[in-house]
């Protein structure tokens, strides 16, 4: 599991997922953790099966993904170009069924918020 403190757990009926300073890490019942994202992990929202997840690679360039916990890994988003190249030092990341808000936190700080493909 994790070497950090968690920062952002989530739970859905599949298992937890559980952000650190190390990355993603998911808790399914039936097995043992798997890591399936490297970097710090800021927040986790789960809606359902599913989880929005912000964090920021080593160099401090966010990433957002989701995750379905009954296929776990996670596909991350493109990001636009003037977040991808932000430094983030934090934020969070709450959702509904239809979208969702996403606060970057560093030297500059951004509020987005996305709507989910159906």
Same mark, same amino acid.
């Given at each position: 599991?994790?070497?950090?403190?968690?920062?952002?757990?989530?739970?859905?009926?599949?298992?937890?997922?559980?952000?650190?300073?190390?990355?993603?890490?998911?808790?399914?019942?039936?097995?043992?953790?798997?890591?399936?994202?490297?970097?710090?992990?800021?927040?986790?929202?789960?809606?359902?099966?599913?989880?929005?997840?912000?964090?920021?690679?080593? @160099?401090? /360039?966010?990433?957002? !993904?989701? #995750?379905?916990?009954?296929?776990? +890994?996670?596909?991350? &988003?493109?990001?636009?170009? =003037?977040?991808? @190249?932000? /430094?983030?030092?934090? !934020?969070? #990341?709450?959702?509904?069924?239809? +979208?969702?808000?996403? &606060?970057?936190?560093?030297? =500059?700080?951004?509020?987005?918020?996305?709507?989910?493909?159906?």
């Amino acid at each position: 599991g994790p070497t950090d403190q968690p920062v952002s757990v989530g739970a859905t009926a599949n298992g937890i997922l559980i952000g650190a300073r190390d990355g993603l890490w998911w808790y399914p019942v039936s097995a043992g953790p798997s890591h399936i994202e490297s970097g710090s992990v800021f927040s986790v929202a789960t809606l359902g099966d599913s989880a929005v997840v912000l964090g920021a690679d080593s @160099a401090g /360039h966010p990433w957002l !993904g989701t #995750v379905d916990t009954t296929n776990p +890994g996670i596909s991350l &988003a493109d990001l636009p170009p =003037s977040i991808a @190249a932000l /430094h983030v030092t934090g !934020g969070g #990341v709450a959702v509904n069924d239809s +979208g969702g808000a996403v &606060a970057f936190a560093g030297s =500059s700080s951004i509020l987005a918020v996305v709507q989910f493909a159906r």
